[in-house]
């Protein structure tokens, strides 16, 4: 392993890697020049005319990686789908990877990026993650132009009857700004709009964003745009995008934004990144369109969903898949010895010291995140993602927890060695693809009452016991049922630290009831959110941001991203 002094940080990495230029990696995997629309010499996104064509293509094996309940700074759920995407290729297979675009609230915040780190990272990094290819700012402007639309109807003689008491469709910013959460807009006379209450959420937070990721193409993607409901009128029924007749201007907005984009990693596997949804407050999944095109292209396809088993991988596979009607093969659950630590006690400065009783003592929570997979009757395995901290006393105690619970486990070095590091990891997946039986079921079905489904996920996923409900979130109940939603599945906003919906409780608590203080229809997005606790739609900022850290030299170069 690396000492400390011979570890480079990931941006010095990525700025000595050699790329390829994408059209390489674009014919690499079957794609003609008038296939991609290029973005500079090392970006691309795949044109409507490849989507379209792709469609009619055989599919390959779809495997999600998801983790345990991590630490407040993220425990390498992308690096190990980056370096199990190089490490299948090393070994022979034809795979792509299809992940998440970063979202600058977090870049700038604390967690850092998303393109992976060490030698497993999708490039060019600095761009993905910063603007990219400007997705991010198309939804955002979306989001505000329809939130502009809604209030200059208000302006204009309100012939839809909003009650602007009741408008539900806040404006957007990709980054984190709390002092935004709670605003209030058109003061200063009857010429600068009617007073109302509003606020801002994180744009990876928009309904649009998750429209986005969940559209089959841009026809799917305008129709779901024009069902999202932005309002409603005095006699409290819904209000929509297509009463107030905007879809069409969002769709244009967002024409260029719905196309998948095309990079590669440090050992040139083709990567489709796109899309950025939060798993702790939205469905956390790349772009339908990302994945689908992936699996079209290549025998083998490594995805993620964020935060742990019991946020995004819960909504891969209950939402995501059943709307992609995708068939996962198998799931990779990431964990690492520091989270275990953590979740057996030990404080976060502490980390990095030795402490095997800790580490068995959160072993519980690998536990339950393994029994949350198997309920959904896939195959998985456990990748041991081994940080430079990491003791050979702890990793072999880990490693020899999995065996006496007969659990496949791999210890995965791809930060430091790239793909080599990955090796046995895909060895173990593949061997768990081919000689484990595939049951795939979602936990719940659409006819299933909303309360149910609730409890369904929180008994099943986190380990609860039931829900209490807010009185508003009672009365919402009876709203949804009412414009006939009910039908919808349901999308989790509950802490990422945590499998309850307090983030103090580590490890695996028990007996423990989840609040659900109100819920949201995204009946674009195809979901209902349910806020539970205390979680934000739009963050704020810790007390030393990693924006601190960040500088560009001279020559354009990053300085500190990471």
Not at 103 to 124: D, F, N, R
Request: aromatic share 4%; with cysteine.
């Amino acid at each position: 392993m690396k000492t400390h002094t011979e570890v480079k940080s990931d941006i010095a990495i990525a700025q000595e890697a050699k790329l390829k230029p994408i059209t390489e990696i674009a014919e690499k995997i079957g794609l003609e020049l008038d296939d991609i629309e290029l973005y500079g010499k090392y970006k691309a996104k795949l044109s409507f005319e490849a989507l379209n064509r792709l469609k009619t293509k055989k599919s390959g094996k779809i495997i999600l990686v998801t983790a345990i309940n991590p630490t407040p700074a993220g425990e390498g759920k992308s690096t190990v789908t980056v370096g199990l995407g190089d490490a299948l290729n090393r070994i022979g297979k034809k795979a792509m990877i299809a992940m998440r675009e970063p979202s600058l609230g977090p870049t700038m915040g604390i967690k850092g990026g998303a393109t992976g780190g060490g030698y497993a990272q999708v490039l060019p990094m600095e761009d993905i993650n910063l603007h990219f290819t400007g997705d991010l700012h198309a939804i955002t402007t979306a989001n505000n132009a329809l939130a502009a639309m809604i209030d200059n109807h208000l302006q204009q003689g309100n012939e839809l009857q909003i009650d602007q008491r009741r408008i539900v469709w806040k404006r957007a910013l990709d980054l984190n700004d709390r002092a935004l959460r709670k605003v209030v807009i058109g003061l200063g006379g009857p010429l600068q709009g009617v007073p109302r209450e509003d606020g801002f959420d994180i744009t990876v937070a928009s309904e649009i964003m998750a429209v986005l990721c969940l559209s089959h193409d841009l026809k799917d993607l305008k129709e779901r745009l024009s069902k999202m409901v932005v309002a409603y009128n005095i006699h409290k029924k819904p209000v929509t995008v297509r009463d107030l007749g905007v879809q069409g201007a969002l769709a244009l907005l967002l024409k260029d934004a719905v196309k998948p984009n095309l990079v590669q990693t440090i050992e040139h596997t083709p990567a489709l990144v796109h899309g950025g949804p939060f798993a702790n407050i939205a469905h956390g999944c790349n772009s339908v369109i990302a994945t689908n095109a992936a699996s079209q292209l290549a025998d083998y396809v490594v995805t993620e969903a964020g935060f742990g088993a019991d946020l995004g991988a819960e909504k891969f596979l209950n939402i995501k898949a059943q709307s992609a009607g995708i068939q996962p093969e198998a799931v990779v659950i990431v964990a690492t010895i520091r989270a275990l630590k953590m979740h057996g006690g030990v404080l976060k400065e502490d980390l990095g010291k030795e402490n095997v009783e800790a580490l068995k003592d959160g072993f519980s929570n690998l536990k339950k995140h393994i029994e949350t997979i198997q309920s959904f009757g896939l195959p998985f395995v456990v990748a041991i993602n081994r940080f430079i901290t990491d003791t050979v006393d702890e990793v072999n105690t880990l490693f020899g927890l999995c065996q006496q619970e007969g659990i496949p486990a791999a210890i995965t070095e791809v930060w430091e060695k790239g793909g080599e590091g990955g090796i046995e990891l895909a060895k173990k997946l593949l061997d768990a693809i081919e000689n484990t039986e595939n049951n795939f079921k979602p936990l719940y079905s659409p006819r299933d009452p909303i309360e149910f489904k609730i409890l369904n996920v929180v008994q099943k996923v986190y380990g609860g016991v039931g829900v209490e409900f807010s009185r508003k979130a009672k009365r919402q109940l009876l709203e949804i049922e009412g414009n006939g939603w009910g039908n919808l599945p349901v999308c989790m906003a509950k802490t990422q630290y945590s499998l309850s919906d307090d983030p103090t409780k580590l490890g695996r608590p028990t007996d423990f009831v989840v609040s659900v203080r109100e819920l949201k229809p995204s009946v674009g997005a195809g979901f209902i959110v349910v806020l539970t606790g205390d979680v934000m739609t739009m963050p704020g900022l810790p007390k030393r941001p990693a924006a601190l850290n960040m500088d560009v030299d001279e020559s354009g170069n990053a300085v500190g991203l990471f």
